[in-house]
């Protein structure tokens, strides 16, 4: 995808397929046999639609961590990762505030988080020029490995409910 000059592209990956042991802490879930799957087919995706980002901003957990490093080992590119623990518990507030946050020489950025809080954040950007039936999808929630793809027309500091196009939905194979 070229980008016009000052365009900017949003990727919100939700991790991908955790495990539930009853005896770990939410944050301390590791990714299941299917997840480690799914983050490896995601990496390899980003890689073919030319989608490396420039930075990446993941949750703190154990299962988002796993996942951008099996992202990242299909990526084909070591791309520079902040662990933002505030990511964790954030809503879509919390988490659009982190993105304002992200100096304007990066062009992608990729943001690996949790549910519900990706597909919030996604609907509550998806303003003019956003594809309809992404966003109809988007507004219900996304599955384990999904990832959105917002263009983004302003600075990070500028943006703002309904300003990016939603372009896409990317589902884990």
Same mark, same amino acid.
Request: charged share 20%.
């Given at each position: 995808? @070229?980008?016009?000059?000052?365009?900017?592209?949003?990727?919100?990956?939700?991790?991908?397929? !955790?495990?539930?042991?009853?005896?770990?802490?939410?944050?301390?879930?590791?990714?299941?046999?299917?997840? &480690?799957?799914?983050?490896?087919?995601?990496?390899?995706?980003?890689?073919?639609?030319? %989608?490396?980002?420039?930075?990446?901003?993941?949750?703190?957990?154990?299962? *988002?961590?796993?996942?951008?490093?099996?992202?990242?080992? @299909?990526?084909? !590119? *070591?791309?520079?990762?902040?662990?933002?623990?505030?990511?964790?518990?954030?809503?879509?507030?919390? %988490?659009?505030?982190?993105?304002?946050?992200?100096?304007?020489?990066?062009? *992608?950025?990729?943001?690996?988080?949790?549910?519900?809080?990706?597909?919030?954040?996604?609907?509550? %950007?998806?303003?003019?020029?956003?594809?309809?039936?992404?966003?109809?999808?988007?507004?219900?929630?996304?599955? *384990?490995?999904?990832?959105?793809?917002? @263009?983004?027309?302003?600075?990070?500091?500028?943006?703002?409910?309904?300003?990016?196009?939603? &372009?896409?939905?990317?589902?884990?194979?």
């Amino acid at each position: 995808m @070229t980008l016009d000059p000052g365009t900017r592209r949003l990727i919100l990956l939700r991790h991908a397929k !955790a495990e539930h042991p009853e005896q770990l802490e939410d944050i301390q879930r590791p990714l299941s046999l299917v997840g &480690r799957r799914q983050a490896g087919a995601v990496g390899a995706s980003l890689a073919a639609e030319g %989608l490396v980002p420039d930075l990446v901003l993941s949750s703190s957990s154990v299962r *988002t961590r796993q996942t951008w490093e099996l992202v990242r080992a @299909t990526l084909g !590119a *070591t791309p520079e990762v902040q662990f933002v623990e505030k990511i964790y518990l954030a809503g879509t507030r919390e %988490l659009l505030e982190v993105v304002q946050g992200v100096p304007d020489e990066v062009r *992608t950025l990729l943001v690996v988080g949790h549910e519900p809080t990706v597909s919030h954040l996604a609907s509550a %950007l998806a303003g003019p020029g956003s594809d309809e039936a992404t966003v109809a999808r988007v507004s219900v929630g996304v599955p *384990t490995a999904s990832r959105c793809l917002l @263009t983004v027309p302003t600075g990070w500091a500028d943006l703002a409910q309904g300003g990016a196009a939603l &372009r896409g939905l990317t589902l884990a194979e």
